[in-house]
């Protein structure tokens, strides 16, 4: 198994490893660069749906959520995200993680780490980006970090009610019916400690945060602002490029990433993702 870096910011590529038959040395192995790296990337897999799975079930108890759209039939573990028209209805999410966020930020336990593996890519379009914030932590001024210490934010699933983003044209009729389910906000602290290393990080995204606990709002908006400018600073990035077979993992808890979406026609980007709960952010 060979192991190198994809960027100063984050993430590495793992070779010489099939997933579906990996031992306890080289599971070892893969957790040990996960958490150097926080993006680990498996090229040329050959997974199924048990597969992907198993390999997940790994790190976490997988998350499931029974009015999920798109889950694989008969695997409500597997997301299908796809720009596949079948009779010109959609077969999958079509542009999931549109905004810069970090998975299930909304739920009282997110999410820790994502699997997404890539069954079909398209020539152009479909670039995913994650941004370190780790490192946007750590490059925050002493009197920035004072600052925010002990400040927790609030995460709202529902896009209607965050001005920073928008409904995606996919569920524009049905917005009540995919963002009006009953997910109670969250409330995180906005520098949380990573479960494994105890690392801080920057936990806030544009996608999930509208606002700060006990703070006034036109003084949070503006904190906001200039933190989630400073979250993705280019030296924090790194920008993907798929291809068929990858498999992609990340840890959520210390990177924020967004689909870049603009899939040129007619390429077809499929893939299923799965996703593990990891703690309560702390
Ligand atoms: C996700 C996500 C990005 C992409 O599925 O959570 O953010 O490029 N996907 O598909
Ligand atoms: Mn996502």
Partial sequence: ???????????????????????????????????????????????????????????????????????????????????????????GVISAGDFWHTDLSFGEIPCRVTFLYALEVAKEGGDTEWSNIYTAYDALSDKMKERIAELSCIHVFDRRRNKRTKVDTQFIDKAEEVYGVTIPDAVHPMVRHHPETGRKSLYISPRFVVGIEGVDDDEAQSLLDELFEHQIRPEFRYRHRWRRGDLLMWDNPCLIHVGHGNIKPPGIRHMHRTMVLGDRPH
């Fill in 1 to 91: 198994m060979e192991i190198s870096p994809l960027s100063n910011a984050l993430g590495a590529s793992v070779t010489g490893v099939d997933i579906g038959k990996i031992n306890q040395d080289q599971f070892a192995e893969i957790h040990r660069a996960f958490l150097d790296y926080q993006l680990l990337v498996f090229r040329e897999q050959q997974l199924d749906a048990e597969a992907q799975i198993a390999f997940s079930k790994r790190f976490g108890p997988i998350e499931t959520r029974p009015d999920r759209p798109f889950t694989l039939p008969g695997y409500p573990e597997v997301t299908i995200l796809s720009n596949r028209l079948i009779d010109d209805e959609p077969v």
